[in-house]
């Protein structure tokens, strides 16, 4: 928050998120030049439950910060800030403010169905000798940080490899 001084003493801090959201985004080529960024709609909150679980997230760390437990921490709300009460302004901030964990999966995702970019052996359909071993292949967002199943990732691709030589 660009310009705000934060208050002096014990404060605290909440960052409600939405771990396994409904919405999905898009990526796709912008041309055949592989020189060319991509385009990239992550499509965040398309989803109306989406919307929902993060305001609930929001009125939930609000009543928790209410609690006499919490007291001798308490100092002011910074965000949403107590101004924003009803339901369209939580709405409203959730959409204004919303940001990623960091954690996008799923654009090559694995499978043996007609939408699956690879197969169970992380080779890319159609392509021989490509494989794709990093998190673009889960089918699935899962509901933690997506590092060790990355890694996992990587190290059956490295199997697979040792296996096909």
């Known amino acids: 928050m660009p310009g705000y001084v934060f208050p002096e003493g014990r404060v605290y801090s909440w960052y409600p998120g939405v771990v396994r959201p409904r919405s999905r985004g898009r990526l796709w080529l912008r041309s055949a ?61 959730a959409r204004a403010s919303l940001n990623t964990y960091y954690h996008p999966v799923g654009t090559a995702r694995m499978g043996t169905d007609p939408l699956a970019v690879v197969d169970p052996r992380l080779r890319v359909y159609g392509v021989t000798g490509l494989r794709v071993a990093d998190a673009s292949i889960f089918p699935e967002i899962p509901s933690a940080n997506t590092h060790v199943a990355a890694v996992m990732v990587g190290e059956r691709a490295a199997d697979f490899i040792a296996a096909d030589s």
Not at 64 to 81: C, K, S, V, Y
């Open 33 to 93: 030049d592989p020189m060319e960024q991509p385009l990239v709609d992550p499509a965040y909150l398309r989803e109306q439950d989406d919307l929902d679980a993060l305001v609930e997230g929001i009125q939930i760390t609000r009543e928790i910060g209410r609690q006499a437990a919490l007291a001798e921490w308490n100092a002011e709300e910074i965000a949403p800030g107590p101004d924003v009460r009803t339901r369209a302004e939580l709405d409203a901030y």
